[in-house]
């Protein structure tokens, strides 16, 4: 089906890691507990055409994983991305760690695995309290230390978080996970100029890593007024999002106006307006397209949206 004016829905599938899994998983739509459609993931993503709004549930399956479950609610005809974080299923002699590095004893494997499963399932209280065993069983473990990190950013303890990520980090520099985690805990503390570095990094190791880091180091480029690159990352992180998320949106505009080229701002913004008219930044994005008018950098006329 051609997606018309009809809404879609994005899903990208991501492993243990948050990197989007490389194996493939299937992927089913249920409206009302009816099946709908169903799709095979590639590089981690799956796309569908919905033929209606209303209330869906998506079912992931992929082997050596925990099937999961989620529902999302599509009310306007707009293209949804939906990430889904998997589980692995581990077999009684897998170790969690990183490859290579420190074996975890049964033990606090135990307490981490509980603590992961906490964590997903958004019971963060007790995941604290599997992740403190953890912690005290093997303080310098690397992937305990990421838990911990990425259990201090659900509560937005943004400072604790750059903690022990920058010492899991240490304990080893080459973690994609770890490395896009502390931008994130940099960047919300507005960290920005040391955010650039664990970003870049990051994108280095994985060059298709997800949009997220890349509009996270577009953010960090352009407080540092390096619109040049700022402009890139934010076009990268475009067209990995296809365009659906807001927060991308916006800086991509910004960074447009940065270098120069209003009118592609504007147009930008337009389409961000005709996409988003009842949002959140719906007035941000109206008053920049009006000021682009008023300082003369646009033609006149050409804020007003479609």
Partial sequence: MSRGSRAEMAITVRDNSGQPITSTATVKLYSNGIAVDQASTTRGRAFFILRGLGDFTVVVE???????????????????????????????????????????????????????????????DEAQKHVSEAMKLAPNNPEVLYVQGMLYMKRSNWAQA????????????????????????????????????????????DPASNWQTQWLLAKAYYDRQQFDQAL????????????SVPQVELLLAQCLTAVGRYEDSAQVLRQFLKDNPNGPDAATARRWLDGLAANGKIRQGSNQTP
């Fill in 62 to 124: 992929a082997s050596g994983y925990k099937t999961v479950e989620k529902d999302v609610n599509i009310s306007t005809a707009i293209r949804a991305e939906i990430d889904i974080d998997l589980q692995r299923n581990l077999a009684t002699n897998e170790s969690v760690g990183v490859p290579g590095g420190p074996v975890l004893a049964p033990k606090a494997k135990e307490a981490l695995v509980k603590g992961l499963q906490a964590l997903g399932e958004n019971k963060l």
């Fill in 232 to 243: 890139k990352m934010a076009q990268q992180a475009r067209a990995v999002s296809h365009g």
């Fill in 162 to 205: 750059q903690t022990v990520l920058e010492k899991s980090a240490q304990i080893d520099p080459n973690q994609v996970k770890v490395l896009s985690a502390l931008g994130m805990a940099l960047c919300n503390q507005k960290k920005y100029e040391e955010a650039i570095a664990p970003l870049e990094k990051t994108l280095q190791l």
